[in-house]
């Protein structure tokens, strides 16, 4: 339901899938933190994997690849902390991952992996769940419930909110204070259009992260 000035005003649970390696979906992540300042929004956090969505593709050159496999350690590592911890610990292990991979520019490794750990109160040991597939399964069907009903070439940040689902928006830098929710509004009033399926522009700069 929205207001005559188009604001959003019934409490909304916004769905949000995100792989920890995507700058993109970084940045969206922290423009929904905006928009719950500013609307009555709740963002409750999922993991996919790029290294899933990429599976099989004969066109991707070898460094892709093996980023790709390295990718994996960090999903299996943030599945984890959801499945042992619930949603809200899972919320705060993104931001200090993203955080440290981001803004931080650190290091794609276990290091990495376990000072995130720390930052939230988790035991270092959840990192080895990120060496091995014995949760893959269940890593496929969070990935597959975010993705499939956004339909093919997408790929990270997708959003589940009011029975819709949409790749995006990408922005950089991420809008604060009202601008944020401004945004909000619009892309839930576009992607709501049972019609709606593209805007796009060719981007000009890479993540800026303020």
């Known amino acids: 339901m929205t207001q005559d000035n188009g604001t959003t005003t019934d409490l909304a649970t916004v769905d949000f899938w995100f792989d920890p390696?995507?700058?993109?979906?970084w940045l969206t992540s922290r423009w929904m933190l905006e928009v719950e300042k500013v609307r009555p929004v709740t963002t409750v956090f999922h993991v996919m994997s790029l290294?899933?969505?990429?599976?099989?593709?004969?066109?991707?050159?070898?460094?892709?690849?093996?980023?790709?496999?390295?990718?994996?350690?960090?999903?299996?590592?943030?599945?984890?902390?959801?499945?042992?911890?619930?949603?809200?610990?899972?919320?705060?292990?993104?931001?200090?991952?993203?955080?440290?991979?981001?803004?931080?520019?650190?290091?794609?490794?276990?290091?990495?992996?376990e000072k995130a750990l720390a930052d939230v109160g988790?035991?270092?040991?959840?990192?080895?769940?990120?060496?091995?597939?014995?949760?893959?399964?269940?890593?496929?069907?969070?990935?597959?419930a975010g993705m499939d009903p956004v339909g093919l070439d997408v790929g990270t940040p997708v959003i589940h909110v009011n029975g819709v689902a949409f790749f995006g928006p990408v922005v950089t830098p991420?809008?604060?204070?009202?601008?944020?929710?401004?945004?909000?509004d619009s892309v839930v009033t576009l992607a709501s259009y049972?019609?709606?399926?593209?805007?796009?522009?060719?981007?000009?700069?890479?993540?800026?992260?303020?």
């Open 194 to 210: 049972d019609g709606f399926y593209e805007l796009k522009r060719t981007r000009t700069v890479g993540p800026i992260f303020d």
């Open 122 to 144: 988790l035991p270092s040991a959840l990192a080895d769940k990120g060496d091995t597939d014995a949760a893959d399964d269940a890593l496929r069907a969070s990935h597959h």
């Open 51 to 113: 290294s899933i969505l990429n599976e099989g593709r004969d066109d991707l050159d070898e460094d892709y690849k093996a980023a790709m496999e390295k990718n994996l350690a960090p999903v299996r590592v943030a599945l984890a902390v959801e499945q042992e911890y619930g949603p809200d610990k899972l919320r705060d292990f993104y931001t200090a991952i993203g955080t440290r991979f981001h803004p931080g520019e650190a290091d794609r490794d276990r290091e990495t992996l």
């Open 174 to 184: 991420r809008p604060t204070d009202e601008a944020a929710g401004r945004l909000f």
């Open 21 to 25: 390696a995507c700058p993109w979906a």
